[in-house]
């Protein structure tokens, strides 16, 4: 197994020497976010060694045009990319004329980065030698406040260790940016004006084509050893970089602190006219507070956090690292505020995927924001889906369907689809079935029957419009298919009859045929309202119940099995334990054309429907379907090992439930795939969670009643974790002899290994 070379600690993520070639991984790894915006831990001072500078404002991105070799009808015109935004951080200093740069020194003598995860503040610490008769030191403490979006704080502190320092410091914003991921290397922003007052610094920014309007904002104070403020800064402007300079010098022995405050305004928050107000609004409240009170609020906010989501694992600090890492980045990537925003697989830590929205946000994400937040949080990612239902059935329509007919897009960040391959943008399909599943989800987990009513009932609707149209009947097998689609796993493409899409498709029509009779029946006048509106004909009803009822679902001839899809039995059918492990993964070795004819599944598909409908099935059927498939399945999707932790664990399999948890948890920490230098893989950080607390906790909602049935991996002496269920904090402990569960609700019932608790 791959190991880190961070250091393992219980809450905090630590890097203990400078390896210049682990920089653009740790800047990923020790990434900032805080719902609103998020940066790449990228060094404040000049680093001229390999880097990938990042900074992410949520919801601002730019319509890059859509590039591809063969243009199909129905592509979109462009991929939404997540925009690098300009640099508040930079504060670069030339120390007796030479700059300081870890790339450029004689030695680094010491280094050293510690993100704790439990109040949410990153440090860094380093020692260099210039030259033979200059050292300094520098501690940085750095956050991006979880109490106010548009601010982030820097506290960087220098000593002149041996020799004196004549020290020209240059604290600055900067708006020449690219983005590393970007179709034509357009120019994603224009700069439009720059305000330089004493009391901060202001680019305004427009990004080109979407018109978001972004104001970033800093200021710089300087301190001597003895905490007194020394004299203001004076202001550069150069193009676009705008900078406060400051000479200082320090005797040996001396220190100095800058204090930097800066972020984003931003302009779906604030008009533009009223940036520089807010600008000096943001900067006077920061300034009265001071480093040490913003800590502590910040520090505060992420309390709340833990007291609500985390994870305690005893006897196990890898585990526990792992599941802390994850929860950790979550919560700086999504806080639930805004229903505008989403989560994207990468968050605000690399620029790969583009979009923000993919199926991951439903499938994956929701159940970690119901369980570890409260409701509201969990109806935004709800809302955001139904406030961009008219631009699903736009999509919908470009592709020749009608009636009001939603397919959502598979990659999405204002409801417009993105994404342009055909055999994912037009065949994938089941993201649909993943955003109905979320709604049901929704109100089973939280008990928010007001839901469905206000929006999702619309939402429901026009995909089962998108289901009846899809599927066709075949007059040979007299069973209702759907052609030409890709399941979960895109390792297979343009096949007939997926049985997870399809099995998806079926329940959707009648979970929404049965909610369009509760509403007959308890809110008549409302349904009346929506007939209107929807344009709905009672015939509709029909239809899907016909079409539910003769779905066609591919079967082994002999065997009780579902089939992944028509034909998969023709494939040569050798297992995953027979490749050479010289050529994995796969996707990296192989032809496309060699992925696609092999048997090898890229993740669960099959056992992703068994996964959601769990209480569909017996445990003999997931058994002997987890038997088929795992074998063929090469989990090169970070989605892929958490759904299987889940069923292995509801299989009662310890060792290989905590095999697979153990994959997904320390992905990224470990660096499983090589890749974290593009960012971390932040949707399937939720999957983590979901293998602890569904699968070795056990926890599922059956037949509308909460049940947990934990089990213990050998190496862990214990863990606890905490969820909201339908408002009520519920606690579990599970140790070698027995589960606790605690919670303060008399009406509330809750199972713990089949027993009423
Ligand atoms: C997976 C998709 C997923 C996407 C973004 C792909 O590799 O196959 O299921 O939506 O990554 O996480």
Known sequence: MKKSYLKIDPWKIIETD??????????????????????????????????????????????????????????????????????????????????????????????????????????????????????????????????????????????????TADLYIDSFIDGHITNQDSNWDDPFWEHQKKCCTEKYILLHSQTLKTKFDVGTYANSQLFDGKGQKLGSFETLENDYRISQVKTHYLKEGEHCTILKFGGYIN?????????????????????????????????????????????????????????????????????????RLNIGPKGFTGEKYGGSTYWDTEAYCLPFYMATKDQAVARNLLKYRYDQLGKAIQNAEKLGFSNGAALYPMVTMNGEECHNEWEITFEEIHRNGAIAFAIYNYERFTGDTQYIPEMGIEVLIAISR??????????????????????????????????????????????????????????????EG????????????????????????????????????????????????????????????????????????????????????????????????FDFYEPFTVHESSLSPCIHAILAARLGRKDQAYAFYLQTSRLDLDDYNSEVEEGLHITSMAGTWMSVVEGLGGVRVINDELHIDPILPNSWKEYRFKINFRGTLIEVLVTDSQTDVRYKNADLKVYCKGKLV
């Open 18 to 163: 400078f390896d210049p070639k682990k920089v653009k991984s740790s800047e990923s790894i020790f990434s900032l976010g805080n719902g609103a915006m998020g940066q790449r831990a990228n060094f404040e001072e000049s680093y001229t060694g390999a880097t990938f500078q990042g900074s992410y404002i949520g919801g601002v991105y730019y319509p890059d045009k859509t590039k591809v070799g063969w243009w199909k009808n129905g592509y979109p015109e462009y991929f939404a990319k997540v925009l690098n935004a300009p640099s508040w951080i930079g504060i670069h200093i030339r120390i007796n004329g030479q700059p300081l740069d870890l790339n450029n020194c004689l030695e680094v003598i010491h280094f050293r980065r510690e993100l704790d995860m439990k109040t949410g503040i990153y440090t860094r610490s380093f020692q260099v030698q210039l030259d033979p008769k200059t050292k300094v030191g520098v501690e940085v403490k750095r956050f991006l406040s979880m109490e106010e979006g548009a601010l982030g704080v820097i506290n960087y502190q220098l000593t002149a260790l041996e020799g």
């Open 267 to 339: 302009g779906m928050n604030h008009k533009s006219a009223n940036f520089e107000g807010k600008a000096h609004e943001l900067i006077t409240k920061a300034t009265e507070k001071g480093f040490d009170q913003l800590a502590e609020e910040h520090r505060l906010a992420w309390e709340n956090i833990w007291n609500q989501s985390d994870i305690v694992i005893q006897g196990d600090d890898e585990a526990q690292q792992g599941i802390r890492f994850n929860i950790f980045q979550l919560n700086q990537t999504y806080n639930g505020r805004d229903a």
């Open 466 to 527: 998108f289901w009846a149209q899809r599927v066709n009947f075949s007059t040979l097998k007299k069973a209702y298919v759907m052609l030409g689609v890709t399941g979960p796993n895109e390792y297979e493409n343009n096949v007939n009859n997926n049985w997870y899409t399809n099995y998806l498709a079926q329940w959707c029509l009648r979970f929404t045929a049965s909610q369009i009779q509760k509403l007959q029946n308890e809110l008549p006048d409302l349904w």
């Open 530 to 625: 929506l007939t209107d509106k929807l344009n709905w004909k009672e015939d509709e009803l029909e239809l899907w119940n016909e079409i539910a009822d003769q779905m066609y679902f591919p079967k082994h001839p002999t065997q009780e099995l579902f089939l992944q899809q028509d034909g998969f039995l023709d494939k040569t059918l050798t297992s995953v334990a027979e490749l050479n492990t010289e050529e994995r993964p796969i996707n990296q070795y192989w032809s496309w054309d060699r992925i696609l004819r092999s048997p090898y599944i890229k993740q669960a598909d099959v056992l992703q429907g068994f996964y959601l409908f769990g209480d569909h099935f017996t445990k003999e059927e997931l058994e002997r379907h």
